[in-house]
């Protein structure tokens, strides 16, 4: 009877942090747990974290590895999948960890070494600096539905497109009669890049771009008056946005040689 409530006693004991596995570099924890098929939100777990970590390396902003898939890890896996092509469900695929190797594409090639670029169509926004690409954010733009004008006229949501500048910013939140907008970056007329509660896998906005509250909190430290903002994908192409960069004499040489009769193929 003694060994019995003893045995129970046992397995009613909580388990330390000390007793559970570590990861190792084979996606694998100690060889004993495979990669799961899934990781989806409300997950927890050393898996949630390796992802975590695995994001926030490819530039995801997925938040602190602490294990739990909440809110900023579901914004990242969005940007991931958007990105990527990918359905927008916020649930990870064993698949997917092999699209998180190696450094996310630019979009193309621009006048400007810095900038940010917002692609409407994947609602994703980059944030460029000397030509690569340091974070990926999931955005929320014009749902193309009308609505009441300050005016009074109805008007129907749309996003402009095209190259801008930010030209103004508030360091804080503005209430406009559509709503609040935390810490706007505006880039043309009363739209701006701002942070919202609210900011879902699709189109919902009236026109401004959405992002997630701490991501604005990220970019207002990042951006600045006078930078550059190209806004394509949903009426226009990024081909027809964003102007190609003046070559330089050597790329022009190259071109010419590339065309060179030696260099064609026999006739």
């Known amino acids: 009877m003694k060994l019995l409530i003893l045995v129970i006693t046992l397995m009613l004991l909580p388990v330390t942090a000390a007793a559970l596995p570590s990861l190792d570099g084979d996606f694998t924890v100690d060889g004993e747990w495979p990669v799961p098929a899934l990781i989806a939100p409300g997950d927890r777990g050393p898996w949630v974290s390796e992802l975590q970590a695995a994001l ?3 530039g995801f902003r997925a938040g602190d590895p602490d294990g739990n898939y909440g809110r900023a890890t579901l914004a990242a896996v969005y940007a991931f999948q958007k990105v990527n092509g990918l ?13 998180l190797e190696g450094v996310i594409p630019l979009p193309g090639d621009a006048p400007e070494s810095t900038r940010v670029e917002v692609d409407l169509d994947k609602q ?7 030509d690569r690409v340091e ?6 733009s014009a ?3 009308t609505y009441v004008h300050s ?9 402009p497109e095209g190259g801008y500048e930010f030209y103004k910013k508030v360091d804080g939140w503005r209430i406009s009669y559509l709503g609040g907008l935390y810490r706007p970056f505006y880039f043309s007329g009363g739209y701006a890049i701002h942070g919202s509660g609210s900011v879902p896998p699709y189109p919902a906005s009236h026109g401004c771009i959405r992002v997630e509250m701490w991501d604005m909190d990220y970019l207002a430290t990042e951006l600045e008056l006078g930078m ?4 394509y994908g949903a009426r226009n192409e990024r081909a027809d946005v ?3 960069p003046p070559r330089t004499t050597a790329e022009i040489a190259a071109a010419r040689i590339d065309l060179a009769p030696s260099a064609l193929s026999p006739r």
């Open 56 to 58: 926030n390396e490819a």
């Open 87 to 99: 359905d927008r469900d916020g649930v990870f695929r064993a698949e997917d960890w092999s699209l």
């Open 124 to 130: 994703v926004l980059f944030l460029i600096e000397e």
């Open 135 to 140: 974070l990926v954010l999931p955005i929320s």
């Open 143 to 145: 749902n193309g539905e």
């Open 151 to 159: 005016s009074g006229s109805i008007v129907r949501a749309v996003t």
């Open 228 to 231: 550059p903002i190209y806004v």
């Open 242 to 244: 964003v102007p190609q």
